[in-house]
């Protein structure tokens, strides 16, 4: 955090506080997906138990997308006034407090805990990607990658101990939400030695990112663009946790099972995670990427829709290439289409703002269609169009271009 201290270069030969830094990081990464991953696997028994219709289930996936959605556009503004550290530190404690009310048991308890979750996550999201810029500045792809594979090794955990908790314990499923406050509160004490740094020096920082010129990102096409991949690649990952392992219930797989199943989404995204950040910062443009990222998402959808039973396991293989992938590249789309740390904080706030309303549509959408159709036919062949427009949206934000240099955003 302290720009004056840390001299950049291509070898990973840090002060101590930047490897503190760093592990702050990767706990307050593991903290962003998981509570949301381990809905998906149990939300059948969270339906019954408070007889809730498939609509209103699929809605507890999409309040924390709501929230994104509301608080991203400010977290930059109170970036800058309270100082990054401190703004981290204290989203942590709304996540914590999200993750226990909504572990009480209570209805009422349970939308409340998991808006909260949501205003908790929607700081990190918005902040780490220009924390990255700003503080590894010669690393980003490495750092992204790290970064997106801490985040994801939690969210398939989640998705993959849910069922089991909620099955096999006496704790039920608030005890498989629950214990998510654990690694949160691990994230908080790990986070402490960031806030305690010297006020001149957060400061500083704030200082030099205000005296930076303002991009204009609502006028411009490269920020909407990535506005859109962002959203539509989000739409498919929280839809298909929310309701993949619903529909595979209903192909004769037990809970269990297809929760174990979403873990393998999850599973097959780490690679990807962690290599695509680094190939994405190599290459003049990224277009061959989103290609390679469609048909991953076609094979997978397709092969729920059309293919064997007993291949499921690898079409869950391919969607989470394809999530894995996508995930990735979005966060790097911040940083390459921006110069500079404000302005990367400034596009993963509208990104996340506008993109995540648009996917908080999609679980809501997902159970409506069912509940509409009666089948699972049409929910599935929205998943290969959306997957059509993340390709559309992917092949526009991945031209070797940024912000500050579109004439439309000047």
Not at 241 to 252: A, E, F, R, Y
Not at 298 to 312: H, R
Not at 319 to 337: D, H, K, N
């Amino acid at each position: 955090m302290n720009s004056k201290n840390v001299r950049p270069n291509k070898h990973l030969h840090f002060p101590k506080s930047q490897w503190f830094l760093l592990a702050g990081i990767l706990f307050i990464a593991a903290t962003i997906r998981s509570p949301l991953t381990s809905v998906g696997p149990i939300i059948g028994a969270i339906r019954d138990q408070l007889q809730i219709s498939n609509s209103l289930a699929g809605f507890l996936t999409t309040i924390p997308l709501l929230a994104f959605a509301i608080v991203s556009p400010f977290v930059p503004r109170i970036s800058k006034k309270y100082g990054m550290a401190p703004t981290l530190f204290y989203s942590l404690i709304v996540l914590m407090a999200g993750i226990t009310l909504r572990s009480v048991g209570s209805s009422s308890l349970l939308l409340i805990g998991t808006f909260l979750i949501g205003v908790g996550i929607a700081f990190a999201n918005v902040l780490l990607p220009g924390l990255l810029k700003l503080s590894f500045p010669l690393h980003i792809g490495l750092m992204t990658g790290l970064y997106s594979v801490s985040m994801n090794i939690s969210a398939t955990l989640a998705s993959g101990i849910a069922a089991p908790i909620a099955n096999n314990t006496t704790y039920g499923w608030q005890g498989a939400l629950g214990i998510w406050g654990v690694i949160t509160f691990i994230a908080i004490i790990v986070w402490i030695p960031q806030i305690r740094k010297k006020p001149e020096t957060e400061k500083e920082v704030t200082n030099d990112l205000k005296a930076r010129p303002k991009t204009p990102l609502w006028r411009s096409p490269i920020a909407w663009s990535v506005t859109f991949f962002m959203g539509f690649q989000s739409f498919l990952f929280y839809t298909t946790s929310s309701w993949i392992p619903v529909v595979l219930q209903t192909t004769g797989l037990s809970n269990e099972a297809a929760g174990w199943m979403l873990s393998l989404v999850q599973f097959a995204q780490l690679p990807m995670l962690f290599i695509i950040p680094m190939i994405a910062d190599r290459l003049k443009n990224q277009r061959v990427l989103v290609v390679a990222i469609f048909a991953c998402y076609f094979i997978g959808y397709a092969g729920v829709q059309f293919g064997s039973e007993n291949l499921t396991a690898l079409w869950m293989i391919f969607i989470g290439l394809g999530g894995g992938s996508a995930f990735g590249l979005s966060m790097m789309f911040f940083t390459l289409r921006t110069n500079t740390p404000e302005e990367a904080a400034s596009l993963s706030g509208m990104a996340q703002s506008v993109g995540y309303l648009l996917a908080a549509v999609g679980p809501v959408l997902f159970g409506y269609l069912h509940d509409w159709t009666g089948s699972w036919t049409t929910p599935l062949y929205a998943f290969m169009f959306i997957a059509f427009l993340v390709f559309v949206s992917g092949m526009y934000a991945g031209k070797n271009r940024i912000i500050s240099q579109d004439p439309k955003a000047s």
